[in-house]
């Protein structure tokens, strides 16, 4: 806390010698330094280098940097990480830039005339009926700078050993028709474990949706994704072809979930508890070879009644047990998107709310924000995964154990 004050004494020395310090920015970046600071020490028990074990509730771990744009001009934050529990500063408002992308969408579905019951009714609840097209205008294109500004950053160089895929799905008005969009999202795990959004693009659902996935993700490695050694998604033709066009040398798990669901499918209703248990326990095993075992019982077990599942299940053994090669830590957390689905929760809860979007533009602007704010608490959080396991992923794997019988014959 002394080296913030004097920090903000030297600033206020070189404001009377140098007229043409910027000032202003400079005092609002010390200031919000002391505010995190503040903040962190009330939260954690305890002041930066003080000894207080008795109401200490964590400990500081280092900084992340992020920017923030203000009146005054942009500032580079180092916002406080913690070792356990996680630190969002109150001067950055959380969730705020998605509530501004949502009353946009609303504003740009009323004065297009295309707005539907749900919107007119959210029109007069919010009290924004008297906004011109032109204001409309200039607030959606000031949202679509931030949403487009965060969909072209560069991605981390240290690389994404997992990257996670899935699609949503919305109704949208073009070309005077409602039709289906599919809004595609990638999600990476950094290697140093901290979960990211790597992109989000919205795409023409059904046919179309297959051929929108490899674009999608030639420009994330045009925006500089690598190192990447699992991806994880459902087996939609399209989106597995573009995979492995897109991430030659890296593995495929394809998801548990979904798996599952097109297995229960393909059997009656009053069977579907007995083979959704059946299929639960080949992932419940502790290691690849025992998974393998399981899986080929599993189906021999289901042939005589449910003779497609079988095939199902042994057509796809390597894809799902692709898990089984990556650090038992992980295990449970990669073999399937279920991690995206609280994400996915909140942006149909937002979505949900209008109902069907004016047009392309708007569906990006509201999901993009939401994402954007999901990574920054990302960002300031906990790490998904721990520093140290993530270097097992590249780490050799044990010798086999030679049984000692073999060893006394030699």
């Known amino acids: 806390m002394a080296d913030d004050r004097m920090a903000a004494l030297e600033l206020l020395r070189k404001a009377a010698g140098d007229g043409d310090l910027d000032f202003l920015k400079e005092g609002v970046a010390v200031l919000a330094k002391l505010l995190m600071d503040a903040e962190v020490s009330t939260q954690i028990g305890a002041a930066r280098g003080e000894r207080a074990p008795e109401r200490r509730l964590s400990q500081r771990n280092g900084y992340r940097e992020r920017r923030w ?12 990480k913690l070792r356990d529990g996680s630190y969002f500063p109150s001067l950055l408002e959380p969730r705020r830039r998605a509530e501004r992308a949502l009353l946009s969408v609303v504003q740009e579905a009323y004065v297009g005339g295309v707005s539907t019951r749900r919107v ?7 009290g924004v009926s008297n906004l011109s097209k032109s204001e409309v205008s200039r607030i959606c294109a000031g949202l679509d700078a931030e949403v487009d500004a965060f969909r072209s950053r560069p991605l981390d160089p240290s690389g994404y050993p997992y990257v996670s895929l899935d699609a949503l799905y919305h109704k949208v008005r073009e070309a005077g028709r409602v039709v289906s969009m599919a809004t595609l999202i990638a999600i990476g795990i950094s290697a140093a474990g901290e979960r990211s959004v790597l992109g989000v ?22 925006r500089g994704l690598s190192g990447v050694r699992l991806v994880i998604s459902d087996a939609h033709p399209g989106l ?19 798996a599952t669901r097109n297995a229960l499918g393909l059997v009656m209703k009053g069977a579907q508890g007995m083979v959704a248990s059946a ?3 080949i992932f419940e095993q502790p290691d690849e070879a025992s998974a393998r075992a399981r899986l080929r019982r599993v189906a021999d077990g289901l042939r005589p009644r449910f003779e497609r599942v079988a095939e199902l299940l042994e057509g796809a053994e390597d894809d799902l047990l692709a898990h089984f090669t990556f650090p038992a830590a992980h295990r449970r957390q990669i073999r399937s998107t279920n991690p995206q689905e609280r994400l996915n929760k909140e942006i149909r809860r937002r979505t ?9 533009r708007s569906l990006l602007r509201l999901v993009g924000m939401l ?13 998904y995964f721990s520093a140290e396991s993530m270097l097992l992923i590249d780490a050799p794997p044990p010798p086999e154990e030679v049984p000692a019988a073999l060893l006394i014959a030699s």
Not at 120 to 126: N, P, R
Not at 352 to 360: L, S, W, Y
Not at 372 to 380: G, I, K, L, N, R
Request: proline share 4%; hydrophobic share 45%; net charge negative.
């Open 201 to 222: 693009e919205v795409a023409a659902a059904g046919g179309d949706e297959g051929s929108s996935w490899l674009p999608f993700l030639r420009s994330l490695n045009a």
């Open 352 to 360: 949900d709310v209008v109902g069907i979007f004016p047009n392309r």
């Open 69 to 80: 744009d203000t009146r005054v001009g942009s500032i580079e934050l180092q916002i406080p």
């Open 120 to 126: 007119e009714e959210l029109v007069g609840a919010l």
């Open 371 to 383: 994402l954007a704010e999901q990574d920054d608490e990302w960002s300031v959080g906990r790490n």
């Open 279 to 281: 299929i639960r326990s």
């Open 240 to 258: 597995v072809a573009a995979v492995q066009a897109t991430f030659l040398g890296s593995a495929w798990q394809r998801c548990r979930v979904h």
